[in-house]
């Protein structure tokens, strides 16, 4: 599994951004991948890296739709080959459970 982590910043907009953010995150709950909102940001988990940037482009899609004149990308992946690491197996490694 390939675990990332995303946040959309849309500009232009005002301060009040969380429509543009609604719009974004319908598109990954809508992807059939394992996702889990955060107060910042958004973690998924996919089988391959052009499954997390096709999601990425339609989120931000999504954002320039609904009228953003410009979003900021914020894109961190973590790509493991050695083990299968899930968000699951992450969190059980550090909270012990």
């Known amino acids: 599994m390939i675990i990332a982590e995303l946040t959309l910043t849309p500009l232009g907009v005002g301060t009040g951004v969380s429509g543009y953010v609604k719009k974004a995150f319908e598109v990954i709950k ?8 955060t107060p910042m ?3 998924i988990e996919a089988e391959t890296l052009e499954d997390i940037f096709k999601l990425v482009k339609a989120a931000e899609e999504a954002m320039l ?3 953003a004149k410009r979003v900021i990308i914020d ?5 493991r080959v050695d083990k299968d690491a899930t968000m699951e197996s992450k969190k059980r490694a550090v ?3």
Do not use: F, M, P, W
């Open 65 to 67: 739709n609904a009228g």
């Open 75 to 79: 894109l961190k992946i973590d790509h």
């Open 30 to 37: 809508n992807a059939g991948v394992k996702y889990e909102l």
């Open 95 to 97: 909270l012990g459970r």
């Open 41 to 43: 940001s958004t973690i």
